[in-house]
Every structure is written in C-alpha cells, then in structure tokens.
C-alpha cells in the first residue's frame, strides 16, 4: 500500500502545476529570466529585460530555459523544474534509507518529505530552492557516506554537489553541507574525509568556467557576489530581509506539519548514539542556527530542513511512531477551517475577488483535515494513519487551485497581457512608468522599456546598484524619467504605455498627451498611443 500511496503522493503535488499564472514578482522575474535565456540560446549570462541578472546564479535558470525549449514559454514550463527537483530530492531519500535503515521505512521517508506543506509549496513555485535543496542533501548524504565507509569516492561526490548548489544559489550551498558534517566528523574522528584534492578540483572545475564566462562581461561580478550578495545578507541588514532569532521556529513546525509534531511526540525514538540519527539532528539543529543568526530571513531558507525530518519519521518507523498527537493537531487545524469560513467577521476580512475561492478551499480543505486526523487518531494500522495524516497535505495542490487562480489573478499581469497584446505589433514598444512587471514581460514575450528614478522595479539588487550606468547607455531599456517627456512629445510611432494603478500623477499625464486606456488589472493600467500629436 506505501508503494502506491508514494506514487499518489509524487502525482499530487504536480497537479495543476501550469494552472494559476505567475505571481509577481519572483515567479515573473524568474521565469522571465529562463524565457530570455532559452530565446537566445545564451546559457551563460542570465538577463532580465536584456540586463545581467547576476543576483542569483545559472543552474536552475538553465534549467527552466531547457524546458521552455521543448514546451514553450508557458507556466507548466517554468514550474517543471522545481517539481521535478523535488521528485528527484525523495528519489534520493529514498534511496539512502533504503540503504540505511529498511525498504518499508525508505517509503515512509519520502511519502513524509512530499506531503510537508513547504515541501509542496516550493515545489510549484518558480524559484531556487527546491533545486539548491536537492544539491544539498546530495552533499550531505555524500559527506555522511565519507564519514562511515571512509571511502574518499564520496567526498569527492560531496564537492561535485557543493559546486553545483553553489551555481544555484551561492556560497550557502557550501555553509550547510560543512556546518552539518564538521562536528559529526569530528564527533567520529573521521575528519579528514571531508576534504579531497580531486574534490576540490572537481569543485573548482565545475564552477570555474561559468564564473570565468561571466567576469568576461560583467568584471565586477565577483565583487557583487561575494560582498553583497553573500556577506551584507548574512552580516548586515542592508537587503531588508532581517527577523527575529525566533523567525524560522514556526516555519519549520509548520513547513513540516503534520511530522514535526510526530517526530517530536516519538522522540524517545532517537534518543540514541546511533550515527545516522546524530547526523540528522545535527543536520536540523546546525543549520537552524546559523539561519537563525543570519541578518536575512526567508522561509524558504529552512526547506534543506525539511528532508531530515522525514528521515527522522523513517527512522521511527523501525521501531514505533507515536501519531496521536499529529492526529489531534491534523483535527484541529480541519476544525477551524470549518470554523473560520463560518464566521461572517472573518470572511468579510478577505478581499471581495478572493472571498469565494476562499470559502471554497476553506472548506473543502477543512473537512479533508479533519477527516484525515480522525482516521489517524482511530485506526489501529500504521500505514493508514500514515496515508490519512499527508492525505490533507498532498491535496492541497487539488482544493486550493480555485483560491491560486484568484490569487494569481491579483498578483500576475496574464490577464493584463492577453487584452495588451492585440495592440502590440512586432515593433510596438511597451513603456513602464515607474511600472514593470516580470509576467509582462514574460506574457509578452518581450523587453518592455523602464522609465524610472531608481530601477527598483526590477527588484534586482545587481541593477538597482549599478542603475546611473545602466540608465547612462542609449541602447539600455532602463531610462531616466527625463527621458519620458521627450518621449511623449515625439512622433510618430505607435506605442504602449504602462502606468501603476497607485500613480495618479502619471496616469493623468498620459492622459493629458492623448494616450487611451486598454486594459486595467490590479496593480496596473495600459495605455495605447497611436503616434499622433495631441
């Protein structure tokens, strides 16, 4: 039945994976990225709006780009990548406790890692993490692997997958790997097989190259990747990502929901010496720390996080998995979905666009939780209550695409694109004013010229830094809001303009030099000039 019920679990989280449209402004951003990328066949320089984009690395761009060569420039496109990162991640967990601990409790690892909810949530979202979480367990198992067998093949393993979460990420993809494996090495007096010559060849081979061809075009690429993007982020505030040393807690209860808590309440189970389960609670405890203290805080950041958990429950499995507790709490969340989209006062909280889509998945969620936490708390078999606790989990994918659709209504510019594009020809430009949107310009399917003070709509740190140079070049698509006025008194070229719906004061100077408003969405109007003088 465990055998199925993975299948269920790994078809579940794929559902309706190119279903809602890209949320602005990560998924936009990032799949616009990958769009450039596969457009021209440049898969060394990532660009946004035809800039560098260097404020994440090549991997999981190259990637979706890949998948945008054989699809299309599509939303099924740019989510395959992270959805199928995350197949592969419990692909590898499950074959480690396979390896490690049993065949029936290497089902229970991976059917517990696919049905946490930060587990499903990134991976249908168009960003990095499920691919950087996949290279890090790699080289974490291969550093684990190195320790015990003392076989110095899987250090050099361990680097290969460094090197390449380096190239997803950054330098984090090598700070989790070494702060889990060097107190569990020390711990076992294996030091030493954590470091390889042909290791740490291999790692500056791989990255070596892209690195070089980078620097080649953008110098001062080391300098942004090092100092800002890695030290001011862990060091400083400078980024605005900051939180309390507390901020991860409750991602981490809550992303792993409902095996947090059955892990906590079978703890006796790994109150043990045995190697693996001090290598999987350092693998937790560690890392958990060092975010903690780190100045930039995301919740995606602990996702690395989530597969030692379902490690833990395999582990348990052995032996006895205590549920009740996780039944309960699966009840009670059930309940007070129930609860909440009876109560008028909170409903009427909820935006009126959202407010049916809500009360739907609310219920529809509710009552699946509920039902799956009292199966749980009843049933005397294991594999049901195991079946019935991720039922609710992996079904979110299912109920709540009602809610993502609205959601993604408010939050993308597709619809905003569909009515634009009957009055885009091949050579029309599209003008943001002060207004840009990663979906537009994906929907598009081309650049869309930036007038703007500051280049802060691009929500790239690269660009915003270096924006006095990038607005200085006449062929940028990023202009000075000087250049805007010479704009909208020459003739004679059909274009679109787009304005924020929050920007009353250009809004009405479109107006007042003729243009027409086409298309208005949440966060955005669009204007069509047809080249005349007013």
């Avoid at 107190?183 to 791989?206: D, T």
């Avoid at 990747?225 to 507390?246: H, I, N, S």
């Avoid at 509920?370 to 294991?382: D, F, N, S």
Wanted: one cysteine or more.
């Amino acid at each position: 039945m465990l055998k199925v019920w993975l299948f269920v679990c790994a078809l579940a989280i794929g559902i309706h994976l190119g279903g809602p449209p890209l949320l602005d402004a990560d998924e936009g951003r990032n799949a616009e990225v990958a769009r450039e990328m596969a457009a021209t066949n440049d898969y060394v320089l990532p660009r946004l709006n035809t800039l560098p984009y260097l404020d994440k690395p090549i991997v999981y761009f190259a990637a979706g780009a890949a998948v945008m060569e054989v699809l299309g420039p599509t939303e099924l496109a740019a989510r395959l990548p992270a959805y199928l990162f995350t197949l592969a991640t419990a692909a590898l967990l499950f074959w480690w406790t396979r390896k490690r601990i049993g065949e029936e409790e290497a089902f229970v690892t991976a059917i517990a890692y696919l049905a946490m909810p930060l587990t499903v949530a990134f991976a249908r979202i168009v960003i990095f993490d499920s691919a950087l979480t996949l290279f890090i367990v790699l080289a974490i198992i291969a550093f684990f692997e190195a320790v015990e067998t003392k076989d110095k093949r899987w250090t050099i393993a361990a680097w290969a997958a460094i090197a390449l979460g380096v190239l997803t990420k950054g330098p984090v993809a090598i700070a989790l790997p070494l702060l889990t494996a060097i107190p569990f090495a020390i711990w076992r007096k294996s030091f030493r097989m954590l470091w390889s010559f042909l290791g740490l060849l291999l790692f500056i081979a791989i990255i070596a190259p892209w690195v070089w061809a980078v620097s080649q075009e953008v110098p001062d690429f080391l300098h942004y990747v090092l100092v800002t993007e890695t030290a001011a982020r862990l060091a400083t505030d400078e980024l605005k990502r900051t939180g309390p040393p507390w901020y991860f807690l409750p991602y981490l209860v809550g992303g792993a929901l409902p095996w947090s808590i059955v892990a906590l309440a079978s703890w006796r189970e790994w109150r043990t010496r045995n190697p693996l389960v001090v290598f999987v609670l350092l693998w937790i405890l560690v890392p958990l720390v060092f975010f903690s203290i780190s100045q930039s805080k995301r919740p995606q950041y602990i996702l690395p996080l989530m597969p030692p958990i379902a490690v833990l429950i395999g582990w348990s499995w052995r032996s006895s998995l205590r549920f009740r507790a996780a039944a309960a709490a699966t009840a009670a969340i059930g309940i007070l979905l129930l609860v909440a989209v009876n109560v008028p006062q909170l409903v009427d909280r909820i935006q009126a666009p959202l407010a049916g889509a809500a009360t739907t998945t609310g219920l529809a969620l509710g009552a699946i939780f509920a039902a799956g936490g009292a199966v749980a708390a009843v049933t005397k078999r294991r594999d049901l209550a195991l079946i019935a606790l991720s039922l609710p989990v992996i079904a979110i994918p299912v109920v709540a695409n009602p809610l993502m659709n609205a959601i993604g209504e408010r939050r993308s510019t597709r619809t905003l694109a569909a009515t634009i594009t009957p009055h885009v020809g091949p050579r029309t430009p599209v003008i943001g004013v002060e207004a840009f949107a990663g979906s537009l310009a994906f929907y598009l399917r081309r650049p869309i010229v930036l007038a703007t003070d500051d280049a802060s709509e691009l929500t790239s740190n690269y660009i915003l830094r270096r924006y006095d140079r990038i607005a200085g070049s006449e062929a940028s698509p990023v202009k000075r809001m000087s250049w805007l006025d010479e704009n909208l008194t020459s003739c004679c070229e059909k274009r679109i303009y787009i304005a924020r719906v929050k920007d009353p004061e250009h809004q009405q100077l479109l107006l007042s030099r003729g243009a027409q408003v086409i298309a208005t969405g949440t966060h955005h109007i669009a204007y069509v000039w047809d080249g005349r003088k007013p």
